[in-house]
């Protein structure tokens, strides 16, 4: 299993980024997938989900609204689309394959 995040960088206040996962070694549509999000000295913390089937989308409360998860299964990949971003989303984001497999992680930093 292998996961691979990009698209981080930094950002101005109000800006937006898509990041993106692609997923190999598994059945990438078999598998909810879910993205993450660690800032510095705090805990990581849940930031979407989107079901394998469905399309079933769950959002962290400080998303909803800015953020929209979004997968492309004939590609492998998964989608952070992120707009009016704040400096409290600066942290480093993590795709994870359901509660099991994490990917790198891409850095966003959020910055005038």
């Known amino acids: 299993v292998q996961l691979v995040e990009s698209g981080g960088g930094l950002v101005q206040p109000g800006g937006s980024l898509r990041l993106s996962c692609v997923g190999s070694?598994?059945?990438?549509?078999?598998?909810?997938m879910r993205w993450y999000r660690q800032a510095p000295g705090k805990e990581r913390e849940w930031v979407a989900t989107i079901a394998s089937v469905g399309g079933r989308i769950n959002y962290a409360d400080s998303v909803k609204g800015r953020f929209t998860i979004s997968r492309d299964n004939a590609k492998n990949t998964v989608y952070l689309q992120m707009n009016n971003l704040k400096p409290e989303d600066t942290a480093v984001y993590y795709c994870?394959?359901?509660?099991?497999?994490w990917g790198q992680g891409t850095q966003v930093t959020v910055s005038a």
């Open positions: 994870r394959r359901a509660f099991d497999s």
């Open positions: 070694g598994f059945t990438f549509s078999s598998y909810a």
